[in-house]
């Protein structure tokens, strides 16, 4: 599916489900900011298209998803899930307000965004 399909078929289900969103631009591109007041369950959705933001009042469930695609970036105000996670793209990005579940990556003293921010940069620059 081309970047263009997957991101109107995105929109389409952010409408379905009730979620607000917006676009805005910065030096990466285009990306769709998923603004809505509330938790976005998206549980059983299982590819997202590169360049979205998080940005929602809440928790985002992404428990089926097991790539994020380049320059997703968390910045929700509650936990994050990713049950099915094995990989991740560049310019991937975690500034959530809480926990990220389904990744064993506890480090006594640094939190879960600080680690995985690191080896994402550590990778892909």
């Known amino acids: 599916m081309r970047q263009e399909d997957s991101k109107k078929a995105f929109e389409s289900l952010l409408?379905?489900?009730g979620y607000t969103y917006r676009y805005s631009y910065n030096e990466n591109g285009e990306v769709l900011i998923?603004?809505?007041?509330?938790?976005?369950?998206?549980?059983?959705?299982n590819y997202l298209p590169s360049h979205v933001c998080f940005q929602n009042n809440g928790y985002v469930d992404l428990s089926s998803i097991?790539?994020?695609?380049e320059y997703t970036v968390f910045e929700n105000s509650g936990n994050i899930?990713?049950?099915s996670l094995k990989g991740?793209?560049?310019?991937?990005r975690f500034k959530n307000?809480?926990?990220?579940?389904?990744?064993?990556?506890?480090?006594?003293?640094i939190s879960t965004q600080r680690?995985?921010?690191?080896?994402?940069?550590q990778i892909y620059g």
């Open 34 to 45: 998923v603004s809505t007041d509330r938790h976005v369950n998206l549980e059983d959705v």
């Open 115 to 121: 680690i995985i921010n690191c080896f994402i940069k």
């Open 81 to 83: 899930y990713l049950n």
């Open 66 to 69: 097991e790539t994020l695609p």
């Open 97 to 109: 307000g809480k926990d990220i579940f389904g990744m064993k990556l506890g480090i006594e003293g």
């Open 15 to 17: 409408k379905l489900k």
């Open 88 to 92: 991740f793209s560049k310019g991937v």
